[in-house]
């Protein structure tokens, strides 16, 4: 029997570049999970075998989010000197391990300067546009993921970079399941048609959880602590998703890299994370005293 040509479209349209079958996010779930997984798996060994290496991937990862939203920005005449954002980027984020939050800022404030420097001896033509979209890449990438070295400079500081990862990435899950299952009600259509409020509940309920758990067991913080994380981190992360859809709908892009196979680019993996990093800094610092043995 002959498929209609109404229902073949349907079916090339639920189906990816590569003819494997797409979930209702638009992504190949087995190598969405798997890719993952495998960057879980990695950031979990270095922060179980030396915070350094920790360091390390964040730097990495880092730069090439740096240099990802740089090629996107581009695509709307925005030309991000390169050079000062990716030393700019490994300076505040290994500053921030070594020497905290001061020698932070000042690096920030350096990378911000060489960016206004390099845009001017590039030339007048487009130099205000392009300072600025030095200065947002600084902000938006290295400077916000600092935070998460922050944590990470602490007593117990392996085990709260567990918990922001862990209730950040619950967000994600809790938003994707319940929003694929139940989602209905639109949260930002002209921006990210796929995410709901049904999704946005169980994101929430997804990182309290995690959040009162991870808490109480691994940091020996009090449940209501937890509770606020999670619900603080189920915001901030929503709007670092909605932020990122935002710029890519602006540029006219789906994905702002493609070096993550089911994902996109880092940037794209990130964009919950960074937003969530100086949340779950300021709240753990504040409701979660540091623990007097750290994690070996």
């Not at 639920?14 to 997984?37: D, E």
């Amino acid at each position: 029997m002959t498929t209609p040509p109404s229902h073949r479209g349907e079916q090339r349209a639920a189906r990816g570049a590569s003819g494997t079958k797409t979930s209702r996010a638009g992504r190949n779930l087995p190598i969405a999970i798997t890719v993952g997984v495998s960057l879980g798996a990695v950031l979990l060994a270095s922060l179980l075998f030396r915070k350094e290496g920790f360091v390390a991937v964040v730097i990495v990862a880092g730069c090439i989010a740096v240099w990802e939203l740089r090629g996107g920005l581009a695509l709307g005449r925005i030309n991000v000197p390169l050079l000062p954002s990716v030393f700019g980027a490994v300076a505040m984020i290994g500053a921030s391990f070594v020497r905290g939050g001061q020698a932070l800022a000042i690096c920030f404030g350096l990378t911000c300067i060489a960016v206004l420097l390099w845009c001017v001896m590039d030339g007048v033509q487009g130099s205000i546009r392009d300072i600025t979209g030095g200065i947002f890449v600084a902000a938006y990438v290295p400077l916000l993921a600092s935070f998460s070295i922050l944590l990470l400079a602490e007593g117990d500081g392996a085990k709260r970079v567990i918990v922001f990862i862990g209730v950040t990435i619950c967000s994600d899950i809790g938003g994707f399941v319940v929003g694929v299952i139940a989602g209905k009600h639109p949260m930002a259509p002209s921006v990210s048609p796929k995410k709901s409020w049904e999704g946005a509940a169980g994101s929430v309920v997804a990182c309290v959880v995690a959040g009162v758990a991870t808490v109480t067991v691994m940091l020996g913080g009090s449940w209501w602590a937890g509770a606020v994380l999670g619900v603080a981190v189920a915001v901030s992360a929503t709007i670092g998703d909605l932020t990122e859809s935002t710029i890519k709908r602006d540029l006219g892009i789906k994905d702002l890299g493609s070096i993550l196979p089911g994902h996109g680019g880092f940037m794209d993996r990130m964009d919950s994370l960074l937003l969530s990093a100086p949340v779950a800094w300021a709240i753990l610092t504040v409701l979660v005293p540091v623990a007097v043995v750290p994690l070996s």
